[in-house]
Structure formats: structure tokens, C-alpha cells
């Protein structure tokens, strides 16, 4: 049996953007990134959370806006190797009329009926019941406080996830 997809999520479970009224959360550092000319970016990154992440029982894979630029920025200073990822292409940031969030539909394409798990801080329930119709695998919809990140409790819920998959 092949192992479930994670799919990742940056800002938010990896860059815990909302934390920034607060200060930097202790274990992080910052980069700066240029992702458009003349605008700097700074992004928290835990350079714990690729050992953390590789740990788990899963094939991960990015769903984020930075799509491989992750593998760039992000990879290199969490500790993770370069990682395939979604592309969302024209669906980018399309609203849709039915509340579900425009990355659901490609990750569930993505996915392919396989078991996963999706971690990031802008679920709600119309992408469960999305994944619940349109995914015939089991999946984990896991929301992460972006004032936080991923925390031990949350790879405690995906690593359990992880293991009730096993036969």
C-alpha cells in the first residue's frame, strides 16, 4: 500500500503569518523573499519542521501559493528536500460560488482517490463536504491557527491519521 499524500500548506501552518502583532514565536527564524521585484516578504519558518514532517508516515507535497517556490524559499531552511507540489494554474485564487476554497477541487484532482491529509489555515466546512463528495479515499482536512503553526499536537492528529490508515 502506498502511503497517503500531505500536502503542505506555507503560510500559516509553516509561516505563522497571524502571529505577527505578537513577535516572531520562539524556534522560528525569519528570511526575507522577493518573490515580486521591489517587494520583500518577511516569512517565520521552524527549521524543526522538516525532520518533524519527514518523520510522518506520508509522501508530502506543497499546496501553497508558492507552489515550487517553496522548494526554493522554504525547503531549504525547514530541512525538507524538494517536494512535488500543486499547481493551481489559472484556478489561483478563484472565488468560487460554493464557498470551497479554490486550492480544494486541485488537491482532490491531485490526490487521485488516494488517502491524504491537508494541512492549512483556510478550510471551512464546505471543503469537507467537498472532499467528502468528491474524494473517494479517506482524507484529513487538518486546520492549523496561523497566529501558531504546526505544532506537537498536530503532528500527533496526522501521525494517527497516518496510522489508521494500516491495514
Same mark, same amino acid.
Given at each position: 500500500?502506498?502511503? %497517503?499524500?500531505?500536502? +503542505?500548506?506555507? &503560510?500559516?501552518?509553516? #509561516? %505563522? $503569518?497571524? @502571529?505577527?502583532?505578537?513577535?516572531?514565536?520562539?524556534?522560528?527564524?525569519? =528570511?526575507?523573499?522577493?518573490?515580486?521585484?521591489?517587494?520583500?516578504?518577511?516569512?517565520? +519558518?521552524?527549521?524543526?519542521?522538516?525532520?518533524?514532517?519527514?518523520? +510522518? &508516515?506520508? &509522501? /508530502?507535497? $506543497?499546496?501553497?501559493? $508558492?507552489?515550487? @517556490?517553496? #522548494?526554493? $524559499? =522554504?525547503?531549504?531552511?525547514?530541512? +525538507?528536500?524538494?517536494? %512535488?507540489?500543486?499547481?493551481?494554474?489559472?484556478?489561483?485564487?478563484? /472565488?468560487?460560488?460554493?464557498?470551497?476554497?479554490?486550492?480544494?477541487?486541485? =488537491?482532490?484532482?491531485?490526490?487521485?482517490?488516494?488517502?491524504?491529509?491537508?494541512?492549512? &489555515?483556510?478550510?471551512?466546512?464546505?471543503?469537507?463536504?467537498?472532499?467528502?463528495?468528491?474524494?473517494?479515499?479517506?482524507? /484529513? /482536512?487538518?486546520?492549523?491557527?496561523?497566529?501558531?503553526?504546526?505544532?506537537?499536537?498536530?503532528?500527533?492528529?496526522?501521525?494517527?491519521?497516518?496510522?489508521?490508515?494500516?491495514?
Amino acid at each position: 500500500m502506498r502511503r %497517503p499524500l500531505l500536502f +503542505l500548506d506555507v &503560510d500559516g501552518p509553516l #509561516n %505563522p $503569518w497571524a @502571529a505577527q502583532p505578537y513577535g516572531r514565536p520562539e524556534g522560528y527564524t525569519t =528570511i526575507v523573499v522577493a518573490l515580486q521585484p521591489g517587494r520583500a516578504l518577511p516569512v517565520w +519558518l521552524n527549521p524543526g519542521h522538516g525532520e518533524a514532517l519527514l518523520a +510522518l &508516515d506520508y &509522501d /508530502l507535497c $506543497w499546496a501553497t501559493t $508558492w507552489m515550487d @517556490a517553496a #522548494n526554493r $524559499w =522554504i525547503a531549504p531552511v525547514v530541512g +525538507l528536500p524538494p517536494l %512535488p507540489y500543486v499547481d493551481f494554474g489559472a484556478g489561483l485564487f478563484a /472565488l468560487r460560488p460554493d464557498g470551497v476554497h479554490w486550492k480544494t477541487e486541485a =488537491i482532490v484532482a491531485y490526490a487521485a482517490g488516494r488517502p491524504f491529509a491537508w494541512v492549512d &489555515d483556510e478550510q471551512s466546512p464546505a471543503d469537507e463536504e467537498y472532499v467528502g463528495r468528491a474524494h473517494p479515499g479517506a482524507a /484529513l /482536512l487538518h486546520h492549523v491557527d496561523p497566529r501558531v503553526g504546526l505544532r506537537e499536537e498536530d503532528f500527533t492528529a496526522l501521525a494517527g491519521f497516518a496510522a489508521g490508515l494500516r491495514p
